[in-house]
């Protein structure tokens, strides 16, 4: 199937930027739909965006404006952008693959903001 590993997390204070990144392999099917997803303590697992491979994006609400996704066909990555960092984006953050009936999860990276 689909591997998915992501990195970028880490710790930075309110207002400042991380970018997640997200290495995809095995067999990539298209058109597909690659994205990133959040879980906070006590949550349920949330929308952060989405990107599919014709381009077309989606964004929650919490964070239009301030995070940008993008892909590289060619190179199967997908990135994160984070700007002006707020403490409840603290969560551990999950890339994700999905084709139909094929929804692939990585592990997660953990980005804390402090106030």
């Known amino acids: 199937q689909v591997r998915l590993v992501e990195s970028g997390g880490g710790l930075v204070q309110a207002g400042g930027s991380l970018r997640l990144s997200c290495a995809a392999s095995?067999?990539?099917?298209?058109?597909?739909?690659m994205g990133w997803y959040r879980q906070a303590p006590g949550n349920e697992r949330e929308l952060v965006a989405t990107?599919?491979?014709?381009?077309?994006?989606n964004y929650d609400d919490s964070v239009k404006g301030r995070f940008t996704i993008s892909r590289d066909n060619a190179k199967n990555t997908v990135s994160l952008q984070m700007n002006s960092l707020k403490p409840e984006d603290t969560a551990v953050y999950y890339c994700?693959?999905?084709?139909?009936?094929?929804?692939?999860w990585g592990k997660g990276t953990l980005v804390t903001v402090s106030s």
């Open positions: 994700n693959f999905r084709f139909y009936g094929i929804n692939s």
């Open positions: 990107l599919n491979s014709g381009g077309t994006t």
């Open positions: 095995g067999t990539i099917f298209s058109p597909n739909v």
